[in-house]
């Protein structure tokens, strides 16, 4: 690069240059955030896909002992569901995925079912 030796000019390239960097930083910066929406956008539409599968838990298997429905710290809303895990000794693990409403009301309505006929059992064999 040839350098002018008139301080005019190398002022006015000095400019140019400071516009081109500040227009190539405000165009990075428009472009990450593009791609920072798309990505939730994405992330949204795949909750979505999830949310709507149907889901079947048997919780006599995994030793269910509660469901609940919390939002998670990314606002999105999610089921827990306690259990007691064999592998570990019986010790308390905690399973949470996405559902809808609908699948979680309807989970909630088949482990109620199911912890009454644990409490029945329970108290028929005791």
Same mark, same amino acid.
């Given at each position: ?6 301080? !005019? ?5 000095? !400019? ?28 949204? +539409?795949?909750?979505?896909? @999830? ?14 002992? #509660?469901? +609940?429905?919390?939002? &998670?710290?990314?606002? @999105? ?22 559902? #809808? ?6 989970? !909630? &309505? ?17």
């Amino acid at each position: 690069m040839n350098l002018p030796k008139d301080r !005019a000019k190398l002022h006015n390239m000095i !400019a140019e240059l400071t516009r081109d960097k500040d227009e190539l930083e405000k165009r990075l910066r428009l472009k990450i955030e593009n791609l920072q929406n798309d990505l939730q956008l994405a992330r949204k +539409e795949q909750l979505d896909k @999830v949310a709507e599968c149907a889901f079947e838990i048997n919780f006599a298997a995994i030793k269910a002992f #509660s469901i +609940e429905r919390h939002v &998670r710290n990314d606002g @999105v809303e999610a089921t827990n569901i306690g259990y007691l895990n064999e592998n570990k000794g019986d010790r308390i693990g905690e399973w949470t995925f996405t559902c #809808s409403r609908a699948t979680h009301d309807r989970l !909630a &309505r088949e482990f109620l079912k199911y912890k009454e006929e644990v409490e029945k059992f329970t108290w028929k064999h005791v």
